[in-house]
């Protein structure tokens, strides 16, 4: 009998902590929009976000110079929010003039991936 109480309490503690894992990935993949600075009167189509220029590699280290080679490398550009979250870029050729910069961009966030319509430094 007491093995078996055992063996329910480890199997037990076994599930919640699968459990509490599961919960906990949940949270670091909510969606980036919202960090979004609202711009538009709470329409979807446009939001204004403040954050950095960077690339994959770096992320949310942001550095000009490493920006700028490892982008000459081929590697892919993202946006990194003010709260640090690494943001995919759909239309790469927006962010290229701007690496390394702290900047203002006006866009949509849809499936994780932000869309740049529109793109200036940060003031």
């Known amino acids: 009998m007491k093995a078996w109480i ?12 699968a459990a509490a894992a599961t919960d906990d ?5 909510k969606p980036a929009t919202a960090t979004a600075d609202k711009t538009s009167g709470g329409n979807a189509a446009s939001n204004s ?21 490892c982008y000459d490398r081929g590697v892919k550009l993202v946006f990194v929010n003010t709260d ?11 962010l290229k003039d701007f690496l390394g910069q702290k900047v203002t961009v006006q866009g949509k966030i849809q499936n ?8 200036k430094p940060a003031k």
Do not use: H, R, Y
């Open 25 to 29: 990935n949940k949270k670091t993949t």
């Open 84 to 94: 640090k979250e690494v943001i995919p870029v759909a239309n790469q050729d927006a």
């Open 112 to 119: 994780g991936t932000l869309t740049v319509a529109s793109i």
């Open 6 to 17: 055992s063996t329910m309490v480890l199997a037990s503690l076994l599930f919640a902590l």
């Open 49 to 69: 976000f403040n954050g950095w220029v960077s690339d994959e590699k770096c992320g949310a280290k942001i550095d000009a110079e490493c920006n700028k080679s």
